[in-house]
């Protein structure tokens, strides 16, 4: 995979210390420096979780701009929302042309962040930013641009989420995706258009009340990097 241009990694914990002893009764001997220990390892790609600044504003109510370069997108504007993956506030977000991003206590959370990230657009209507989201392989790149730093996230898995299955929207929802309940260790994303050209093709002409049909194509991925802008 292409990293973007001036990724250097996550750097490695540098440790070393002085040790100061003092003579009883006397004056401090002078400090003595031992070797450093060995070097921490880096955190490994699929465990990473940015560190946010204490100052920075909310970041699931930052608008952001997300890139994915293997199928064409670029600066797509996400725009967060209080509410739940696709209901009325998010379809009439995403009708812009734009992505939308839930949060609250059915949502997820911001760029970055422990805990899972949840983006849906359009894949036929409002021009169709998603439409190529099926291509999206594991191992691509997908780069979200908040608060001054680019958060890099890998491609790991695809999902299929389904309306009219309230566990299926429970797994899609939760700060693991696909696993309801499990408390979140990682940043990741879900990447979410609909799947309506494969449900037509299939005889399946449900709709629910903002017109979604049944079932999702999810993109899931890992923060393996973050830098800034």
């Not at 946010?52 to 996400?78: F, K, N």
């Not at 059915?106 to 805990?115: N, Y």
């Not at 990682?186 to 050209?197: K, V």
Request: hydrophobic share 35%; with cysteine; net charge negative.
């Amino acid at each position: 995979m292409r990293l973007p241009p001036g990724f250097r990694g996550v750097p490695r914990a540098l440790a070393g210390a002085a040790v100061v002893l003092l003579a009883a009764g006397g004056p401090a001997a002078v400090a003595a420096t031992g070797p450093p220990p060995a070097p921490a390892a880096a955190p490994a790609a699929e465990g990473l979780s940015a560190r946010v600044p204490s100052d920075r504003t909310d970041p699931r109510t930052a608008t952001a701009e997300l890139t994915i370069p293997s199928i064409g997108v670029t600066d797509l504007r996400v725009v967060p929302y209080e509410g739940t993956t696709d209901d009325g506030p998010g379809t009439r977000i995403q009708n812009r042309g734009v992505a939308a991003s839930p949060y609250g206590e059915k949502g997820g959370v911001g760029p970055g962040e422990t805990g899972n990230y949840l983006v849906t657009a359009h894949r036929l209507s409002a021009g169709g930013p998603l439409r190529d989201l099926p291509s999206l392989e594991k191992g691509d790149s997908v780069l979200v641009t908040e608060g001054g730093t680019v958060y890099e996230y890998r491609i790991t898995e695809t999902r299929q989420t389904s309306f009219r299955s309230e566990r299926s929207l429970a797994e899609q929802r939760a700060e693991v995706p696909g696993e309801p309940g499990e408390k979140p260790t990682r940043a990741m994303i879900t990447l979410s258009t609909c799947a309506t050209p494969e449900d037509d093709a299939a005889g399946n002409f449900w709709r629910d009340a903002y017109d979604n049909p049944e079932h999702r194509i999810d993109r899931i991925g890992v923060l393996v990097a973050s830098r800034p802008a």
